[in-house]
């Protein structure tokens, strides 16, 4: 159980009777109510909701993650590091989360959110950011360390309180930036649990209270808010208190002192019973470790202090520098991050150029900026500007033809794939370069230019330019970590759009083409029709002339033309290919003398085919759609005549086999291949010339599956067979919406 003795200690300190002096509560009330207090980062808050659900799955981690740039860029600039050491490099965020962990990734997310919501701490030699980064990981790491040796129950818990146990001062600091400075350089000269004592003297509350408040505030563990209250406890206090509390009290002390310094030795043998030889083995490879994760993190590493604000040899010059230039990054980070959501919620190739013009004058300063985009030809490069820019009108059809320059800055960037600008050596002097260039520079209005190759996946999407003078190129040139991003991402959202018009384009086709099959479809259906009726008008004009009646002839013609409004009324719904099947009890051999008389008189005109009807013995009775056999009977037929190129026979049998009736269509053509008569029934396949469209033999297959049958063909040297197989049964139509 949690000491007794701390609990009252800490009661009593915060709420000891005192008129004349304000309580810890009143200043963190006021702190409060001030609207000094920092907010947690709203990703931060979703990602800690996240994990302390048991059911979370990783891919909602990773999207919560890569909502954010600044934790993103983290999460993957860690696992691929030194310090991680994986095998082959991890490119997504999902695979980062696999790889290290859901604690991990919290822990990562609340360090680069903590970076963020203090990054208005003014610093100076006396407390500096990246010192106080340094000595945070250093604890954060000892308590790792220690968790795993005593076998405590979470080490990821253990490196967390490591990582915030001072981040009371930081909250202080920028609540009283004028009182908490002397006493700041008191505690120089002293431990840091006398500094809490003066905190307390002065400010009526220390970091320890403050970083335990702010924890509770933004609803992380109780555990890690106490380990971070009574981390400067005395060691005999400390000793009865949660295991956290332990761990984080002696990463203290070992962050502050030589592992076998007395007090440290005294203190891991009284809290955990280790050794002094085993404490020793706490602190190995603590030092690698933190400049390992200080250079991916980018923080500065001190070389001589082990505190917060301990001073250094280089001077508070130094350190100011490094830490308006950390603070700096982060707010870049922070601006690019809204950047490139809004290129993330860019629909078109206009609104993502706005973007990035926009990003590139926001975060950098600078107006004069255009792209150039491929259009139908990968050799030639379009401006492109928003309507807003400057150079909108001025750059309207300007084209770069990468064939034709290959000294320019343009086609260097596109071929080394690197960042390439017109200025040269320290002073900054501009070269003339090619004559492009130097027409491009005097378009910008500028001393020089910067050009950005945007690449995604090896795949050139374009070029970034940016006009700016000589002077802003020196601010720039320490920004190009920046820029980079910002055309990586640039270049990513351009290639989302570019595929996705790719893929409209090809919906829009495979529409078109699938609308042009089914014309191709119904104009067939209606060719056959319309011969017959062109025969027969034929054959009628004859028998006319010869004093001969024509009522067969107009029966049949009768016939015809309802078979064309029948295609006519389907023509209602395009969307449904075929109509359903209306089944009728015919007798087949009637029924097929029927069908095949207006193709045996038409043969008969020409005099060149015979077309023979062969039946099996006995009458043959089923119940069928006669439009449909109709339609594949003439097809079969009029593809025998297409294939006989000179006299032949067509020959039409019948034959009954068990519960299924054959109907054979057998010509004395050429044949078919072996090879084509895997495609003969797949729309648009014909083994004749391109005037075919090879539909014929797609359509009757479709009708006979909708009359449960089937249709085959075998073929040899000479005869070629189609077979059309038909239950004798009525079959079972399936209902159609």
Request: net charge negative; glycine share 6%; hydrophobic share 40%.
């Amino acid at each position: 159980m949690l000491c007794y003795t701390v609990a009252i200690m800490q009661i009593y300190s915060i709420f000891r009777p005192n008129v004349a002096m304000t309580t810890a509560n009143d200043v963190l009330s006021n702190l409060k109510v001030s609207g000094n207090l920092p907010s947690m980062p709203q990703v931060l808050v979703q990602l800690l909701d996240s994990c302390r659900n048991p059911e979370v799955n990783i891919q909602k981690i990773a999207q919560i993650v890569d909502k954010d740039a600044a934790l993103s860029a983290k999460v993957l600039q860690l696992v691929n590091s030194a310090f991680i050491g994986t095998r082959k490099a991890i490119r997504t965020i999902e695979q980062a989360v696999v790889y290290l962990g859901m604690d991990t990734v919290r822990n990562l997310a609340i360090s680069v959110s903590v970076q963020q919501v203090f990054r208005r701490v003014e610093t100076n030699g006396l407390l500096s950011i990246d010192r106080f980064w340094h000595h945070s990981y250093t604890n954060a790491l000892l308590a790792q360390n220690i968790a795993e040796t005593v076998q405590y129950t979470d080490p990821a818990e253990a490196y967390l309180a490591g990582l915030l146990h001072d981040i009371g001062k930081l909250l202080l600091w920028m609540a009283f930036p004028g009182s908490y400075a002397p006493l700041l350089l008191k505690g120089v000269r002293c431990h840091n649990a006398r500094l809490a004592f003066l905190e307390e003297e002065k400010l009526q509350i220390n970091h320890c209270q403050a970083g335990a408040w702010l924890c509770e505030q933004w609803h992380l563990p109780t555990l890690i808010a106490d380990a971070i209250r009574y981390h400067h406890h005395e060691v005999d206090q400390v000793r009865q208190a949660l295991p956290l509390t332990r761990i984080i009290s002696l990463a203290d002390l070992l962050s502050h002192h030589e592992a076998d310094a007395p007090e440290c030795v005294e203190a891991a043998e009284k809290l955990f019973g280790l050794s002094a030889e085993k404490t020793a083995t706490l602190v190995g490879g603590i030092e690698e470790q933190v400049a390992q994760l200080a250079e991916q993190l980018g923080i500065h590493i001190p070389r001589m202090s082990r505190t917060t604000h301990d001073k250094e040899p280089e001077g508070e010059g130094v350190h100011r520098e490094t830490s308006l230039g950390l603070i700096n990054r982060i707010r870049e980070t922070s601006q690019l991050s809204g950047l490139l959501d809004n290129l993330l919620r860019a629909e078109n190739r206009e609104q993502i150029v706005g973007a990035i013009e926009q990003g590139v004058n926001i975060l950098f300063n600078e107006e004069q900026c255009l792209l150039l985009l491929p259009d139908t030809s990968a050799d030639l490069l379009f401006a492109q500007t928003s309507r807003d820019n400057s150079l909108a009108q001025q750059t309207k059809g300007l084209w770069y033809d990468t064939t034709t320059a290959p000294e320019s800055l343009l086609n260097r960037a596109m071929v080394e794939k690197i960042p390439q600008h017109s200025f040269q050596g320290a002073s900054g002097t501009t070269f003339s370069g090619n004559l492009f260039d130097v027409q491009l520079q005097h378009l910008l209005g500028t001393e020089g230019m910067i050009v950005f190759p945007l690449n995604c996946r090896n795949q050139l999407e374009g070029l970034m330019v940016i006009g700016c003078m000589k002077k802003s190129f020196r601010a720039l040139s320490s920004q190009m970590g920046a820029l980079a991003l910002l055309a990586n991402q640039a270049a990513a959202a351009l290639q989302l759009d570019r595929i996705r018009r790719q893929q409209a384009e090809t919906v829009a086709e495979e529409r078109l083409q699938a609308a042009t099959l089914i014309a191709r479809k119904i104009g067939h259906e209606i060719n056959n029709p319309l011969a017959i009726l062109r025969n027969y008008l034929h054959v009628m004009e004859r028998k006319i002339g010869q004093g001969q009646g024509v009522v067969e002839e107009l029966a049949i013609i009768d016939g015809e033309i309802e078979r064309l409004a029948r295609i006519t009324r389907g023509l209602e719904d395009l969307s449904r290919e075929n109509s359903v099947p209306q089944l009728i009890h015919v007798e087949l051999h009637t029924f097929l003398e029927k069908t095949l008389a207006p193709l045996q008189a038409a043969a008969a005109v020409e005099n060149r085919v015979q077309i023979i009807l062969s039946p099996a013995d006995g009458p043959i009775e089923l119940d069928l759609d006669p439009g449909f056999l109709q339609q594949i009977v003439q097809n079969l037929v009029k593809n025998a005549l297409e294939a006989i190129q000179d006299h032949g026979i067509i020959a039409v049998r019948t034959e009954v086999e068990n519960t299924q009736v054959h109907i054979h269509v057998e010509d004395n053509g050429p044949g078919i291949a072996a090879e084509q008569e895997q495609e003969l029934f797949r729309a648009g396949s014909s083994t004749k010339n391109s005037v075919h469209r090879g539909l014929g033999l797609s359509i009757s297959a479709s009708l006979a599956r909708q009359m449960q049958g089937r249709l085959r063909c075998t073929s040899s040297a000479g005869p070629t067979v189609f077979t059309l197989t038909l239950p004798l049964k009525s079959p079972r139509i399936p209902c159609h919406d």
